[in-house]
């Protein structure tokens, strides 16, 4: 069937030729729907695709019934509501790398256009005013630039602001002395960086941490006549005190590419010759548009076509080669959670799953998820993916432990599913086997050997001669046919199961046949 996929800002039509050419994937490309028109529209659609202009809100979110993927092309995700997305089992997907450059660009354009008041001169000279004395600018060299945030766009500003023989201080909580070296910067806390600099630059996300992270206490901090320069996010700066803060002379100038409010055509801080700004132009140059709109557009047929993608923002990304180690479980983890929910007699309270042999180095994560999803599906159906597992199982309180364990019980690989009950505890494990595939070794203390799909039927009785036999005509009476059977015992003559594989689901009507034995305790239906 045609998936489709609503583009609802401008992207480079160059950047989404793997859309185009993806089969099975229909692009339509809509950028001037309104919210209400948006929140009709995608409920048809299962990808969206946006820059920062769309605000997907939890409104659009809930209306989007058959969406799977958010692509933002570009870094900032602040105008997706990722807890909305989490919740509703939407993947959102971001284009971390395609405009480091054009933003970085972008900053130093901005830095030295302040210090050489360039738009304002350009702007007087339109205005047919030949002023060489207002204009006057600095020099960038020998003074120093204050970098907040050294990720992929801090770092590459400051290393171009080297480049025009400035110091640099920076500040980073992953920005370690050693790598402040090797870049050939200075490193310090934010208020080291903000009463070092004559330029203070911003690159951080907008966080609540980083919301107002330049404030009126910071600013007062700062040296007089410092000049600010923002091309991250409007909302780390608190724009009033930064107005208030130019007009009182303490700081002498500001460039400014984002705003808290977007688009910010009639703002008290455009009234001041001593601010210039850009309409959140840091990633608009044609080569920044045509790399994440592909970046983006590859995810999008991944995800689509079924496969994992690279750059997911809501859910861990793991690396490709371990990736590859543990995508061969995902089965077994899902398919020992639908086993274990079948199992238990009461709400469960905690899960507990062990991990051993092969798995003990490996990130785990996908593998819990994969179980929680097997183990909630009864409860959620297709609601729930990989995407929403561990956030629909924390919203019903379910404690989720991971452990890692030198206990194999001789497999070369095992995942034992524990679940905590207020009626007891309760367990299963399985493993991969070379070759054959996935099998189910243990179902609470007795060992078996079955292969997790198909029609179960699970019960308890008592071992003594006959019971097989017993079972096997009962089943009979009704038509249903064993395929396979498996028996597990404690002691000669104690409790012991039976997990037989039949060709038809079986009804609850059909194996109630099988209780009119007194030594068969317990029958229940597991469909895997
Ligand atoms: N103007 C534009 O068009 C444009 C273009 C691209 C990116 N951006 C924005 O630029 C910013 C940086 O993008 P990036 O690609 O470099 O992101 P990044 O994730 O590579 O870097 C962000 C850095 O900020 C650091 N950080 C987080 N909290 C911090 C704090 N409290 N104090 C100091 N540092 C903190 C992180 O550790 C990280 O190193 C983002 O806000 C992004 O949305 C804007
Ligand atoms: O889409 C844009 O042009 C802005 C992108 C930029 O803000 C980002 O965070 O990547």
Redesign the pocket.
């Known amino acids: 069937m045609t998936k489709r996929v609503l583009i609802s800002?401008p992207l480079s039509e160059d950047g989404i030729f793997p859309l185009r050419e993806a089969e099975g994937i229909e692009v339509v490309k809509k950028t001037d729907l309104t919210k209400e028109q948006l929140i009709d529209e995608i409920k048809d659609y299962e990808a969206l695709l946006v820059?920062?202009q769309t605000k997907v809100t939890r409104e659009i979110i809930s209306a989007a019934k058959n969406l799977k993927i958010i692509g933002r092309?570009?870094?900032?995700v602040d105008n997706i509501d990722l807890e909305a997305a989490t919740e509703h089992g939407v993947i959102v997907v971001n284009?971390p790398d395609g405009?480091t450059n054009s933003?970085a660009e972008h900053t130093v354009a901005m830095l030295m256009s302040l210090a050489r008041k360039i738009p304002q001169a350009y702007y007087a000279l339109k205005h047919q005013k030949w002023d060489r004395k207002t204009h006057v600018g600095v020099e960038l060299k020998g003074k120093t630039l204050g970098v907040i945030g050294m990720g992929r766009i801090g770092r590459e500003v400051a290393l171009r602001a080297k480049g025009q023989r400035m110091k640099v201080i920076a500040y980073d909580p992953f920005l370690t002395a050693d790598k402040a070296e090797q870049l050939g910067v200075s490193e310090g806390t934010v208020e080291d960086v903000i009463k070092a600099a004559d330029f203070v630059t911003l690159h951080t996300p907008l966080l609540k941490e980083t919301k107002h992270l330049i404030d009126k206490d910071a600013i007062a901090k700062m040296k007089d006549g410092v000049q600010i320069i923002n091309c991250a996010?409007g909302g780390i700066i608190d724009e009033d005190a930064l107005y208030d803060a130019i007009v009182e002379g303490k700081v002498k100038g500001a460039a400014l590419d984002?705003f808290e409010e977007e688009p910010a055509v009639e703002h008290k801080l455009l009234d001041l010759p001593q601010v210039i700004a850009t309409p959140?132009?840091?990633?608009?140059t044609v080569e920044a548009?045509e790399s994440?709109a592909i970046d983006v557009s590859h995810d999008v047929v991944r995800l689509l076509g079924g496969d994992l993608v690279k750059n997911p923002v809501n859910m861990p990304s793991v690396p490709k080669d371990i990736m590859k180690k543990i995508e061969p479980f995902f089965y077994l983890a899902e398919k020992l959670g639908a086993f274990l929910a079948e199992l238990r007699e009461d709400t469960i309270e905690e899960i507990n799953v062990y991990y051993s042999g092969e798995l003990h180095d490996v990130e785990v994560g996908p593998l819990t998820r994969n179980a929680i999803k097997g183990l909630l599906k009864d409860h959620f159906g297709d609601h729930i993916n990989d995407v929403n597992a561990a956030f629909l199982a924390e919203q019903q309180g379910l404690v989720i432990n991971e452990h890692i364990t030198s206990q194999t019980d001789g497999f070369v690989n095992l995942i034992k599913l524990e679940a905590k009950t207020t009626a007891g505890t309760k367990a299963v494990s399985g493993t991969l086997l070379k070759g054959l595939g996935p099998r189910i070794v243990k179902v609470e203390h007795y060992n078996v050997d079955l292969i997790p799909e198909g029609h179960i039927v699970f019960i308890r009785h008592k071992d003594q001669p006959g019971a097989i036999g017993k079972v096997g005509s009962l089943l009979a009476k009704n038509n249903i046919n064993i395929a396979t059977m498996q028996v597990g015992r404690s002691d000669v003559g104690g409790d012991a199961i039976m997990l037989l594989t039949i060709d038809e689901t079986a009804t609850d009507e059909d194996l109630n046949v099988l209780t009119e034995a007194d030594d068969i305790y317990d029958v229940s239906a597991i469909e895997l």
């Open positions: 800002d820059r920062s092309a570009g870094v900032g284009a405009n933003a996010r984002v959140h132009l840091g990633a608009s548009q994440v």
